[in-house]
């Protein structure tokens, strides 16, 4: 903020008069109001009291290779401990959101770089064979899937078949009599003593199997005795429960306010305690 002033003898002499500039330059000061003054002082931003922020002497954050170069691992098991991409997740492996890499499928940690995806990266990916380089080939078929190990089939030798000894042809309403007049019924004969015989029906879903109204008269035939739910006056019930509480709660204060302060000897005093 600039003051004008109007040209004052004082200003005159400064044309006129170069020697006593000094002098007319502290005139000129001492002459302007004065403005407001400015204090600069720093305090200390450090507590005074208390170790809220003082040094941490806390355990060290254990990062590093959990698992090396051909260990074996499982779904969930942590490879790699880091601050920041050092190490990318690969084939068959997963990062969390503290850069911490994990096998996503079971095999073989492996740690290799992968040209063709990014020149200067390095890689975790995890093999599902031991002797099994990592990166695939890109048009490789796949090694595993759904869980699953790819096994060759084995075709066993036919077996001999005799020769029909009717070579006549079988008429189609014979074939459909057949399967209606099929059996409906599987009788069970148990291996125990005690066990009741059982006599499965074809079910809809064309499985053998008992009813349920049988399944549930199980415990009935077993000889089983349940005692029989008598439904009786809630409410009485909920009433004496929460008076019998109130009791309680009332006999332990009795014994608090009864019961007498214990006395301690300390030092050649005695000393009254209360509970």
């Known amino acids: ?90 084939t068959n492996c997963g990062i969390g959101r503290d850069h911490t890499i994990y096998a996503t499928q079971a095999g073989y940690v492996n740690y290799y770089r992968n040209p063709t995806v990014h020149p200067k990266r390095k890689y975790i990916g995890v093999a599902f064979e031991k002797d099994h380089m990592l990166p695939y080939p890109p048009n490789a078929p796949r090694h595993r899937r759904l869980g699953m190990v ?67 008269r199980a415990a009935e035939r077993a000889g089983i005795k349940i005692r029989e739910y008598q439904r009786g006056d809630r409410f009485l019930a909920w009433r004496k429960t929460s008076k019998r509480k109130a009791a309680n709660v009332e006999r332990r204060g009795l014994l608090k306010r009864t019961q007498k302060p214990k006395k301690v000897k300390k030092g050649g005093r005695k000393i009254k305690m209360r509970n």
């Not at 000129?28 to 941490?56: C, E, M, T, Y």
């Not at 079988?170 to 148990?190: G, S, W």
Request: charged share 20%; glycine share 8%.
């Open 1 to 90: 903020m600039s003051y004008l002033r109007p040209p004052t003898s004082t200003t005159s002499c400064l044309c006129s008069r170069p020697r006593n500039l000094l002098q007319s330059l502290t005139s000129l000061l001492d002459s302007r109001p004065s403005l407001i003054p400015l204090n600069f002082q720093r305090h200390a931003s450090h507590a005074q009291q208390g170790s809220v922020n003082g040094p941490k002497n806390g355990p060290g954050p254990r990062l590093g290779a959990k698992k090396s170069g051909g260990q074996y691992v499982i779904p969930g098991n942590i490879i790699f401990r880091q601050r920041g991409t050092l190490w990318f997740p690969g």
């Open 150 to 216: 790819a096994v060759p089939m084995t075709h066993s030798a036919a077996p001999d078949i005799p020769p029909a000894q009717d070579t006549e042809a079988v008429p189609e309403e014979q074939v459909t009599r057949e399967r209606k007049e099929a059996p409906k019924l599987v009788t069970i004969h148990p291996s125990a003593k005690n066990q009741p015989i059982k006599t499965l029906h074809l079910r809809p879903n064309y499985s053998y199997r008992e009813g349920n109204w049988e399944i549930g």
